[in-house]
């Protein structure tokens, strides 16, 4: 991905560039979630979305491939696919004790693993 920012030292030059016709954008990124197009795994990942913030969790489009299901105890559930575990991992942190990652594993072992340098640091 291109960021002006990160550019130094440009050039113009007389090269063209022609975008290869079975190029297909979705094969390398998943424009819903995140765009690193180092990662192209698909995951199934599953979240238990805390009572509290309940409105948000219900009013928000998370992906196309979205499941979600509002639990008995007011607690609301999304699945969905993508390739973009790091986007969707510091989603996850960033919701505090509002989000609760159930898969995949390597979802729930990044939060995991996160969760406890977060708190070394205030030791």
């Known amino acids: 991905m291109f960021s ?38 698909p995951y199934m990942v599953e979240l238990l979305i805390s009572k509290e913030i309940v409105t948000y969790a219900l009013d928000r489009q998370w992906h196309s491939t979205q499941e979600v299901r509002s639990n008995d105890d007011g607690s609301v559930y999304v699945k969905f696919t993508t390739t973009q575990m790091p986007e969707v991992l510091r989603w996850v942190l960033g919701q505090g004790r509002m989000v609760k990652a159930l898969g995949p594993a390597e979802l729930v072992d990044m939060v995991k693993s996160e969760a406890e340098k977060v708190r070394g640091m205030y030791e």
């Open 4 to 41: 002006f920012s990160r550019m130094k030292n440009v050039k113009m030059t007389k090269q063209n560039f022609g975008i290869p016709a079975d190029f297909k954008p979705e094969a390398y990124f998943d424009k819903e979630i995140g765009v690193w197009a180092s990662f192209r795994t």
